[in-house]
Nanobody, 121 residues
Framework: QVQLVESGGGSVQAGGSLILSCTASGLGLAYSAYCMAWFRQAPGKQREGVARIVNSPYLANSVKDRFSISRDNANNTLYLQMNSLKPEDTAIYYC???????????????WGQGTQVTVSS
């Protein structure tokens, strides 16, 4: 059974930083080949893609100058480094995984439960 567990969310003031982590279990050695992604959903808004990575990172335009995505395949862990946070970054952040990247669609096979990020002005 595949599980994705996010951590690292919290409350921060605008301009601050947070690092989110997503630990995957159940993928074994296949983890390194999986496309791993971060999505977020703000209150009253649709879920949107933030970043994804297999070997090379890809970030949404709204965050590409402030966020970075990385992965530790030895520990089956995905990271999202978030800098210069803005109130509009407030959302529940979800980790997702699929055998290959699906862009920003929500068809990823596996999802975590989400972690709340709140940025105050």
């Amino acid at each position: 059974q595949v599980q994705l567990v996010e951590s690292g969310g919290g409350s921060v003031q605008a301009g601050g930083s947070l690092i989110l982590s997503c630990t995957a279990s159940g993928l074994g050695l296949a983890y390194s080949a999986y496309c791993m992604a971060w999505f977020r959903q703000a209150p009253g808004k649709q879920r949107e893609g933030v970043a994804r990575i297999v070997n090379s990172p890809y970030l949404a335009n709204s965050v590409k100058d402030r966020f970075s995505i990385s992965r530790d395949n030895a520990n089956n862990t995905l990271y999202l480094q978030m800098n210069s946070l803005k109130p509009e970054d407030t959302a529940i952040y979800y980790c997702a995984a699929h055998e290959y990247c699906l862009g920003w669609t929500e068809d990823y096979k596996y999802w975590g439960q989400g972690t709340q990020v709140t940025v105050s002005s």
